[in-house]
C-alpha cells in the first residue's frame, strides 16, 4: 500500500522556523506533482505551495516569500521550509502527490502533521 508520511511539525514562537517533510513508501516521486496543503480549524483545506516533476514551483499569495517548497527525488522527499511563521499559519499540514491527468490519475495523501504558531 502507498503511504505518504510527515514530519516535522510541532510548537514553535512567532517569527521562528519549520522544516516539514514528506516521504514516500512504495512509489518513486520522480514523475508527480508535490504539494502542501493546510487545514486551520473552522476552514477549508488550501493549497500552500505545490512542485512539479519538472522543478516548477507555485505558491499561495498567503505563503509568498516566507515558505518554500522543494524535492529530493533520490529520497523519494518532499520538502516545506517556513519561515517568518505567524500565528494564522496554524494549521495540520497535509503532503500530496498526483500522477497523470486531473480526471482518472493517482492522487495520494499523508495524515498531516500538526503546526502550530503561539507565544
Known amino acids: 500500500q502507498v503511504q505518504l508520511v510527515e514530519s516535522g511539525g510541532g510548537l514553535v514562537q512567532p517569527g521562528g522556523s519549520l522544516r516539514l517533510s514528506c516521504s514516500a513508501s512504495?512509489?518513486?516521486?520522480?514523475?508527480?506533482?508535490l504539494s502542501w496543503y493546510r487545514q486551520a480549524p473552522g476552514k477549508q483545506r488550501e493549497l500552500v505551495a505545490a512542485?512539479?516533476?519538472?522543478?516548477?514551483?507555485n505558491a499561495a499569495e498567503s505563503a509568498e516569500g516566507r515558505f518554500t517548497i522543494s524535492r529530493d527525488n533520490a529520497k523519494d522527499t518532499v520538502y516545506l521550509q517556513m519561515n517568518s511563521l505567524k500565528a494564522e499559519d496554524t494549521a495540520v499540514y497535509y503532503c500530496?502527490?498526483?500522477?497523470?491527468?486531473?480526471?482518472?490519475?493517482?492522487?495520494?495523501w499523508g495524515q498531516g502533521t500538526q503546526v502550530t504558531v503561539s507565544s
Open positions: 500530496n502527490a498526483h500522477l497523470g491527468p486531473t480526471v482518472g490519475g493517482l492522487d495520494y
Open positions: 512542485i512539479t516533476s519538472g522543478g516548477v514551483t
Open positions: 512504495r512509489i518513486t516521486f520522480t514523475m508527480y506533482t
